[in-house]
């Protein structure tokens, strides 16, 4: 037997709920298949957006790496980039554990009973999801499209540390300026249509518990009418099989009063017993 946690029973889930004719075809519950779609695009786009800075990232610590490798009193300032960098991951994480987590909650247990203190936890990690991805869409796009590498140290020249840092050739190599850079740029691309699916999200989010709290609970109104009807149907046969049953009953037969003159008895005599001869 599955165990239940949290008030979660673990035997719904089920690999058969992947299917499109689970997922995308069913209308039982409310806003059910929007959710399901701007959930998956805030988490495809950001995820992405995610990954291309990540590879940036990546090229920007070895370029500083291998320059300092060639001469130590030459050091590559990106740092800038390193951390806003830093900060989308931490945002496409933060927003792919909250509408990740709320994806598959939608998908294995649509009918889940949760506390107010539950609800309100859900609200708040859609405003934090929207606030810190919105800061994220704009520190990146602002450093990415501005900013440029520059060189700290003494005793070299400017053309010198270029020279230096032309030959990383790792991924076609770290321009100087970050908006020379497809894949930073890229990282940009995909993170605004991430931040307006995070915010569409939170909207759908407050939408379904405000549903959930003071309308008439997760299912749509097409399961709800389908649903009373069926109970309707169903109470009506119980109704008509009861009267058929009563209607259908058999009649009881009197038990006679008294016994016609006449009539035969049959008396049960006991056996006598044979006296022994003396």
């Known amino acids: 037997m599955a165990p239940v946690i949290w008030g979660l029973d673990l035997k719904e889930m089920q690999w058969g709920k992947f299917k499109g004719s689970y997922m995308w075809k069913n209308r039982d519950y409310h806003l059910r298949r ?5 959930y998956q695009c805030a988490l495809i786009f950001c995820v992405v957006s995610e990954s291309l800075g990540t590879a940036a990232l990546s090229d920007y610590v070895d370029s500083q790496k291998f320059v300092k490798r060639l001469d130590r009193r030459v050091y590559v300032y990106n740092n800038d980039y390193i951390g806003v960098a830093s900060y989308n991951i931490f945002a496409g994480v933060f927003v792919a554990f909250i509408f990740g987590a709320a994806f598959f909650f939608d998908l294995f247990w649509p009918e889940r009973h949760e506390s107010q203190a539950v609800r309100w936890a859900w609200k708040v990690c859609g405003v934090l999801a929207c606030i810190f991805y919105c800061a994220d869409a704009f520190a990146l796009t602002i450093i990415t499209a501005i900013r440029c590498q520059h060189f700290r ?3 070299f020249t400017n053309e010198y540390a270029e020279s230096l840092l032309s030959q990383f050739k790792k991924d076609g190599g770290t321009p100087v300026c970050y908006r020379n850079n497809g894949r930073a740029i ?6 605004w249509p991430g931040f307006i699916s995070v915010v569409a999200s939170c909207i759908l989010l407050f939408m379904s518990i405000d549903n959930t709290e003071k309308g008439p609970g997760p299912k749509s109104a097409h399961a709800r009418q389908r649903d009373t009807e069926l109970g309707a149907a169903t109470g009506s046969e119980t109704e ?6 009563e209607n259908t009953a058999p009649l009881q037969q009197p038990l006679p009063t008294h016994q016609e003159p006449g009539a035969d008895r049959t008396v049960d005599a006991a056996p006598v017993a044979a006296e022994p001869i003396r």
């Open 186 to 191: 890229a990282a940009v691309v995909f993170c």
């Open 153 to 155: 140290g003494e005793g």
């Open 240 to 245: 008509k099989e009861k009267e058929q049953g």
């Open 34 to 38: 929007t959710k399901f779609v701007i």
